[in-house]
Nanobody
Framework: QVQLVESGGGLVQPGGSLRLSCAASGSIFRINAMGWYRQAPGKQRELVAI????????NYADSVKGRFTISRDNAKNTVSLQMNSLKPEDTAIYYC?????????WGQGTQVTVSS
């Protein structure tokens, strides 16, 4: 089993920045992918950013390209999401996701609210 714990959400004004972090613990022996998803009220959960470990690539949703940056710390088994130039439409619950040995694990989610 793998446990994921997110931190770093909160309330920020438009144009501001937040950094989300996700720490993994448990049986972590082969990570296939690490990513962040979000779900706004009344909408489906969507991919925000992902790191594919096998080919060392990152992918971003078009709506966040140039504003968000995903990164990982191999030694600490953490994945972070630096969010800059935040917009009200970025308001959502953000979920950390890791695929470990082919199984998908989710964090509990952290609320990000962008409002003046």
């Amino acid at each position: 089993q793998v446990q994921l714990v997110e931190s770093g959400g909160g309330l920020v004004q438009p144009g501001g920045s937040l950094r989300l972090s996700c720490a993994a613990s448990g049986s972590i022996f082969r990570i296939n992918a690490m990513g962040w998803y979000r779900q706004a009220p009344g909408k489906q959960r969507e991919l925000v950013a992902i790191i594919i470990i096998s080919d060392v690539t990152t992918n971003y949703a078009d709506s966040v390209k140039g504003r968000f940056t995903i990164s990982r710390d191999n030694a600490k088994n953490t994945v972070s999401l630096q969010m800059n130039s935040l917009k009200p439409e970025d308001t959502a619950i953000y979920y950390c996701n890791m695929v470990v040995a082919g199984r998908s694990y989710w964090g509990q989610g952290t609320q990000v609210t962008v409002s003046s």
